[in-house]
């Protein structure tokens, strides 16, 4: 039953739905409550792979495979999360005070799966639901959201559950999205796998074209998705300045810079007098984009990972939080860039690859979530 009811808590939590995050919480006391270390292993693979279930499809989409090197790939992102919980959990005999040496080890295990190296497969962190139970308080919020998690692995669990219940549910009852910024505004692409990919003069033609039809009244920053402008160069440059040359726009797009050891997935801003790189990203995708081994065995290749660099950038007076794609998914960049005090969130996907999961509803429920609990603007663009 305590499988069963993690499956149904991952499933539920995550299902896109930013108000259904707060299920998400109910984990800690499945975990707790399981009997042995192996139920604990299976209470938790059980609530990763259910939150985590588009990836299999996500990949075979990606790499146009089957199924199986995706199942494949899902198996081995639980990994981390399952051993993490596996390891920290503790029979009740085994406690010296009541509850203190369980709440100690979940406490290292929430750690451990919000920062580097596990944290990087640190997906479905329950914490991601603190803006919904309680937004608008900020730091506090997240500590009254980790307070709750933390009494939920004890035998007062109840009693936590009825408090987030109480919250959640008020929450719900007067819910509304987070604003966008004035003079911002976000557009979505439908160009499927061929964004970014076409360097022709029409297609930054084509798409100088749409920037300008958005560029309505009033609007300072156009935001395009991940990878909206391909290969990020001094002639691509030159050609956007141009193209924007007589509008007082700023364009924030998602690019790639290339060199002899491999790449980085970027954040550029380009106006008719600039145009330089914003941002780069401080996690890319594992796997199929991150690929560290290529640089230990000296084969080069593989986006970098900049783990802690840039948490927030400015565009013209206005301080952001850049987060692209899978950054949108893990704990460590948001908070990160929280402690820099942004004042808008930008979030970019290119998620074409996920068509028939629910992986784009749920980047764009945890950035709502973060952007509530912070009372931060925010403004999406995402490719499909």
Same mark, same amino acid.
């Given at each position: 039953?305590?499988?069963?009811?993690?499956?149904?808590?991952?499933?539920?939590?995550? #299902?896109?739905? &930013?108000? @259904? $995050?707060?299920? !998400?919480?109910? *984990?800690? /006391?499945?975990?707790?409550?399981? +009997? #042995?270390?192996? &139920?604990? @292993? $299976?209470?938790? !693979?059980?609530? *990763?792979? /259910?939150?985590?279930?588009?990836? +299999?499809?996500?990949?075979?989409?990606?790499?146009?495979?089957?199924?199986?090197?995706?199942?494949?790939?899902?198996?081995?992102?639980?990994?981390?999360?399952?051993?993490?919980?596996?390891?920290?959990?503790?029979?009740?005999?085994?406690?010296?005070?009541?509850?203190?040496?369980?709440?100690?080890?979940?406490?290292?295990?929430?750690?451990?799966?919000?920062?580097?190296?596990?944290?990087?497969?640190?997906?479905?962190?329950?914490?991601?639901?603190?803006?919904?139970?309680?937004?608008?308080?900020?730091?506090?919020?997240?500590?009254?959201?980790?307070?709750?998690?933390?009494?939920?692995?004890?035998?007062?669990?109840?009693?936590?559950?009825?408090?987030?219940?109480?919250?959640?549910?008020?929450?719900?009852?007067?819910?509304?999205?987070?604003?966008?910024?004035?003079?911002?505004?976000?557009?979505?692409?439908?160009?499927?796998?061929?964004?970014?990919?076409?360097?022709?003069?029409?297609?930054?033609?084509?798409?100088?074209?749409?920037?300008?039809?958005?560029?309505?009244?009033?609007?300072?920053?156009?935001?395009?998705?991940?990878?909206?402008?391909?290969?990020?160069?001094?002639?691509?440059?030159?050609?956007?300045?141009?193209?924007?040359?007589?509008?007082?726009?700023?364009?924030?797009?998602?690019?790639?810079?290339?060199?002899?050891?491999?790449?980085?997935?970027?954040?550029?801003?380009?106006?008719?007098?600039?145009?330089?790189?914003?941002?780069?990203?401080?996690?890319?995708?594992?796997?199929?984009?991150?690929?560290?081994?290529?640089?230990?065995?000296?084969?080069?290749?593989?986006?970098?990972?900049?783990?802690?660099?840039?948490?927030?950038?400015?565009?013209?007076?206005?301080?952001?939080?850049?987060?692209?794609?899978?950054?949108?998914?893990?704990?460590?960049?948001?908070?990160?860039?929280?402690?820099?005090?942004?004042?808008?969130?930008?979030?970019?996907?290119?998620?074409?690859?996920?068509?028939?999961?629910?992986?784009?509803?749920?980047?764009?429920?945890?950035?709502?979530?973060?952007?509530?609990?912070?009372?931060?603007?925010?403004?999406?663009?995402?490719?499909?």
């Amino acid at each position: 039953m305590l499988i069963v009811a993690s499956v149904a808590c991952g499933s539920l939590g995550w #299902s896109g739905n &930013v108000l @259904a $995050l707060p299920v !998400a919480m109910l *984990f800690p /006391a499945l975990w707790a409550m399981s +009997p #042995s270390r192996a &139920v604990a @292993a $299976l209470v938790s !693979a059980g609530y *990763f792979l /259910a939150a985590s279930r588009g990836l +299999p499809l996500g990949v075979a989409n990606f790499y146009s495979a089957d199924l199986w090197p995706g199942f494949l790939l899902w198996f081995a992102a639980s990994l981390s999360f399952v051993a993490v919980h596996a390891v920290a959990w503790r029979r009740k005999a085994e406690e010296g005070r009541p509850g203190i040496r369980r709440v100690v080890c979940y406490l290292g295990a929430a750690v451990l799966m919000g920062l580097p190296p596990f944290g990087i497969t640190g997906w479905a962190h329950p914490l991601t639901a603190a803006g919904v139970v309680f937004p608008g308080w900020g730091w506090w919020g997240l500590a009254a959201a980790a307070a709750g998690l933390l009494v939920m692995v004890t035998r007062f669990w109840p009693a936590a559950a009825i408090g987030l219940g109480g919250f959640w549910l008020w929450s719900a009852a007067t819910w509304t999205g987070p604003n966008l910024p004035e003079g911002w505004r976000g557009v979505d692409l439908e160009y499927g796998q061929m964004l970014g990919r076409d360097g022709a003069l029409e297609y930054h033609s084509d798409l100088i074209a749409t920037v300008r039809k958005a560029a309505g009244k009033g609007t300072r920053v156009v935001v395009l998705p991940e990878s909206a402008l391909g290969f990020w160069t001094p002639t691509v440059a030159r050609l956007w300045r141009e193209g924007l040359n007589g509008g007082d726009v700023t364009v924030v797009a998602g690019a790639a810079v290339i060199d002899a050891q491999g790449y980085d997935n970027v954040i550029v801003a380009v106006g008719s007098r600039a145009g330089d790189i914003l941002y780069k990203e401080r996690m890319p995708v594992p796997v199929s984009m991150w690929q560290p081994w290529l640089r230990w065995t000296g084969q080069g290749g593989g986006a970098r990972a900049h783990l802690f660099a840039n948490p927030v950038v400015e565009v013209g007076t206005t301080r952001i939080a850049p987060l692209i794609c899978y950054e949108q998914l893990i704990l460590w960049p948001v908070l990160q860039s929280m402690l820099h005090s942004p004042g808008v969130i930008v979030a970019t996907g290119n998620g074409w690859w996920t068509e028939g999961t629910s992986i784009v509803a749920i980047q764009k429920a945890s950035v709502t979530a973060w952007a509530k609990l912070f009372e931060l603007p925010v403004v999406m663009a995402f490719n499909t």
